[in-house]
């Protein structure tokens, strides 16, 4: 008997896990594949990045070095090779996670995870060999799973998803990408930058639609200079495959049929929760409309006493970093202890270059409540450090309460505004006002100094290099 059970074993169920262990508790954790570490380590925000970062050093290498005085000839893509060393780096944060689970001694069982009752799971693996698993306290954790629209049928050869994405045989001239998400900017901007020619076609008439507005503009204008067509308020209607073209098919904002042609057609229109085959109207739970599992927004326990649920299975964005708190907070409650999370301080971050990042409210949140506030803009083009890297484009934004000045959102993008952000989530956990941060001493020449500036922009309207 276990006390502790989780189901998935993403970032969100793996720290559960440990979390769990290290409060004492005989701890267990299921998964259906044979590596650990979900969607996000294996075909998601690691291997995304490590594709970014490759693809990255292939655009400046073509497109910057010569600003810098590095010469170079005969310059191309060894695509096997960069999968390669995406694969390696997978491979290495997988056997983290193992080496997590041994040295925390919980025990891994492989297979699909389904309830039998609240407090016994059936592991069936790839043999069909059935290993059931009692426990006290069951945490699902299954994550995610990409979403399709109506008519578009995915056959994973040429109308792919993120997962395919990350493994294509051939780096092909074209590719048409279905949705300007952070998913559909990032896969883009990969493979716009290694030469492809790329068009994104968006429901919406923005960018990063879930992010503040002025950030999707600014992304546009730099990601237009890779050469990405965008077309914005399209609604797909459908693709075909004819040989090794995709033909995808959408009406514009007039109402009138346009078509896109690609080698393949990459749809990222969102993620949907992975809650299929777990049994949950064995032990009397149902899904919502979104097919998410509702929980006390305090103790993410659902309706049945003892069962938990955290990350993409529930409500809020689904990001990793919001599931790995969850399940601290879901052993630590087990445990008795008094944990929260302050979900409006979750920061969200496009792994573009430049990179953007958001947390608190945005400008049209603000408006919508009718609070009063202010705003410091400060542009990287006034930054030393970013002259200095050629990383000129983005600003930092700091929304501030007009009457009290405390920070309210902040908004950047820019050259390592994904680590930036920390900051600002860290000085809003603390209720900071944004002359707070005006006159705290930031290194020069750093990124950072452009967070400071932006706060005195905010603050008193008295940005010193603006």
Known sequence: MYDVTVIGSGPGGYIAAVRSAQLG?????????????????????????????????????????????????????DFGQMIKRKTDVVTGVTKGVQFLMKKNKIDVFTGHG????????AVKNDKGEVTEVETKKVIIATGSKPATLP??????????????????????????????????????SVYARLGVKVQVVEYMDRLIGTMDRDLGKELLKV??????????????????????????????????????????????????????????????????????IPVDPHTLQTKVEGIYAIGDVIDGPMLAHKAEDEGVLVAEIIAGQKPHIDYNLIPNVAYTWPEVSSVGKTEDQLKEAGTEYKKGTFSF??????????????????????????????????????????????????????????????????????????????????????
């Open 151 to 188: 008519g578009l049928e995915i056959d994973k050869k040429r109308i792919i998803t993120s997962t395919e994405a990350l493994e294509l045989p051939e780096l092909p001239k074209t590719m048409v990408v279905i949705g300007g998400g952070i998913i559909g900017v990032e896969l883009g």
């Open 114 to 121: 389904s309830f039998v009752n609240k407090n016994k799971i």
């Open 381 to 466: 083009k006034a930054s030393g450090r970013a002259a200095a890297s050629g990383d000129t484009d983005g600003f930092i934004k700091v929304l501030a309460d007009k009457t009290t000045d405390e920070i309210l959102g902040v908004h950047m993008i820019g050259p390592r505004v994904a680590d930036l952000i920390a900051e600002a989530t860290a000085v809003m956990e603390y209720r900071a006002s944004a002359e707070d941060i005006g006159r705290m001493s930031h290194p020069h020449p750093t990124y950072s100094e452009s967070f400071k500036e932006a706060c005195l922009a905010a603050s008193d309207n008295r940005a010193l290099n603006a």
């Open 223 to 292: 990601l237009k200079k890779t050469g990405i067509e965008f077309f914005f308020s399209h609604k797909v209607t459908g693709a075909k495959v004819k040989g090794k073209t995709v033909t995808v098919t959408a009406e514009d904002s007039s109402g009138a049929a346009v078509e896109f042609k690609g080698d393949y057609c990459l749809v990222c229109v969102g993620r949907k929760p992975y809650t299929d085959n777990l049994g949950l109207d064995t032990v009397g739970l149902e899904t919502d409309k979104r097919g998410k």
């Open 25 to 77: 508790f005989k701890t267990a954790i299921i998964e259906r594949y044979a590596t650990l570490g979900g969607t996000c380590l294996n075909v998601g925000c690691i291997p995304s990045k490590a594709l970014l970062d490759s693809s990255e050093h292939f655009f400046n290498a073509q497109n910057h070095f010569g600003e810098h005085g590095i010469l170079l000839k005969d310059l191309k893509v």
